[in-house]
């Protein structure tokens, strides 16, 4: 039987900052449009960290019991190592799916937004179906697509609309920016797995643009998320913070390029979390300043 510790590892926490990203970014936005509510956010966090814990266990479980973690090199997988049954990290995945409906659903409630009750079942669908089910997407490539749309656009505009009722540039800006750090997270994992994904027959979109491109792609999308809101440069000054992000861009993405050893790539991941954490605070400390300027 599993340990809470193991628990706790499998729940991987380090891809939690994914999760909380968006919602500051959103909550920012709303800020903006002078529609900050505090409970709203509360609960858009509390649907964003539970559905990445939800789709975490998933992936094990799915994962696991396709043997496509036998030989994976990594942080703890509970099923492909046996430390927990299958079915247990099936039923605590879904259980942290049942979670986000219960928060999502008093979300929507508060903001009246019924037209979220759609997208909340297809978060948890697209959940699920990354890697289970029958035909799970990741398996042909279109995990990137489901992070970034799902991770960025989906929970950040989601965020802001339930507490503004409306969307503003600073919101879309925010959102790609975001996503695509999200999707650059989801790259570095997935280029240190192309061995086995590729044996395993699961073909990421690292697997199909090979090792080298793959690797480039990453730093592209970290670049472009930080250059990204010069955008608003007119209208919102201070979200040039985020340019404060350039130097801790260089490490991850030197070891992207670089790294010959797919060990080397684990702390990549802990630290594009960590990057995208930074962007979402000082794009949102500079939509907050801005706005006070205003």
Request: glycine letters at 12%.
């Given at each position: 039987?599993?340990?809470?510790?193991?628990w706790?590892?499998g729940?991987?926490?380090?891809?939690?900052p994914?999760?909380?990203?968006?919602?500051?970014?959103g909550?920012?936005?709303?800020?903006?449009?002078?529609?900050?509510?505090?409970?709203?956010?509360?609960l858009?966090?509390?649907?964003?960290v539970?559905?990445?814990?939800?789709?975490?266990?998933?992936?094990?479980?799915s994962?696991?019991?396709?043997?496509?973690?036998?030989?994976?090199?990594?942080p703890l997988r509970l099923?492909?190592?046996?430390?927990?049954?299958?079915?247990?990290?099936?039923s605590?995945?879904?259980?942290?799916f049942?979670?986000?409906?219960?928060?999502?659903l008093?979300?929507?409630?508060?903001s009246?937004?019924?037209?979220?009750?759609?997208?909340?079942?297809?978060?948890?669908?697209?959940?699920?179906?990354?890697?289970?089910?029958?035909?799970p997407?990741g398996?042909?490539?279109?995990?990137?697509?489901?992070?970034?749309v799902?991770?960025?656009?989906?929970a950040?505009?989601?965020?802001?609309?339930?507490?503004?009722?409306?969307l503003?540039?600073?919101?879309?800006?925010?959102?790609?920016?975001?996503?695509l750090?999200?999707?650059?997270l989801?790259?570095?994992?997935?280029?240190?797995?192309i061995?086995t994904?590729r044996?395993?027959g699961?073909?990421t979109?690292?697997?199909r643009?090979?090792?080298?491109?793959?690797r480039?792609?990453?730093?592209g999308m970290l670049?472009?998320a930080?250059?990204?809101p010069?955008v608003?440069?007119?209208?919102?000054p201070?979200?040039?913070?985020?340019?404060?992000?350039i130097?801790?861009?260089?490490?991850?993405?030197?070891?992207?390029?670089t790294g010959s050893r797919?060990?080397?790539?684990?702390?990549?991941?802990?630290?594009?979390?960590l990057?995208n954490?930074?962007?979402?605070?000082?794009?949102?400390?500079?939509?907050?300043?801005?706005t006070?300027?205003?």
């Open positions: 039987m599993a340990t809470a510790a193991q706790l590892e729940a991987r926490p380090r891809t939690l994914m999760a909380l990203a968006p919602v500051i970014i909550s920012a936005a709303a800020y903006g449009l002078g529609a900050f509510r505090p409970l709203n956010a509360v858009a966090a509390a649907v964003a539970l559905l990445q814990v939800g789709v975490n266990y998933a992936n094990d479980y994962d696991g019991i396709r043997g496509t973690d036998d030989n994976r090199v990594g099923t492909g190592s046996r430390a927990a049954e299958p079915r247990q990290v099936k605590a995945a879904f259980g942290c049942a979670a986000a409906t219960a928060a999502g008093v979300l929507i409630l508060l009246q937004a019924w037209f979220l009750l759609l997208v909340g079942i297809g978060c948890v669908a697209a959940a699920w179906g990354y890697t289970g089910g029958r035909n997407y398996y042909r490539g279109l995990g990137d697509i489901f992070v970034f799902f991770f960025g656009l989906v950040t505009l989601g965020t802001t609309f339930t507490q503004a009722g409306q503003s540039a600073p919101a879309w800006v925010g959102a790609l920016g975001t996503g750090i999200a999707t650059a989801l790259m570095a994992n997935n280029v240190r797995d061995p994904d044996e395993a699961k073909l979109l690292a697997v643009l090979g090792d080298r491109a793959a480039a792609s990453y730093v670049a472009t930080v250059l990204l010069v608003l440069i007119l209208g919102y201070w979200v040039m913070l985020v340019l404060l992000l130097p801790a861009c260089l490490r991850p993405s030197r070891v992207m390029l797919r060990e080397e790539l684990i702390p990549v991941l802990k630290l594009t979390g990057i954490l930074a962007f979402s605070l000082l794009f949102g400390l500079g939509i907050v300043l801005s006070g300027q205003g």
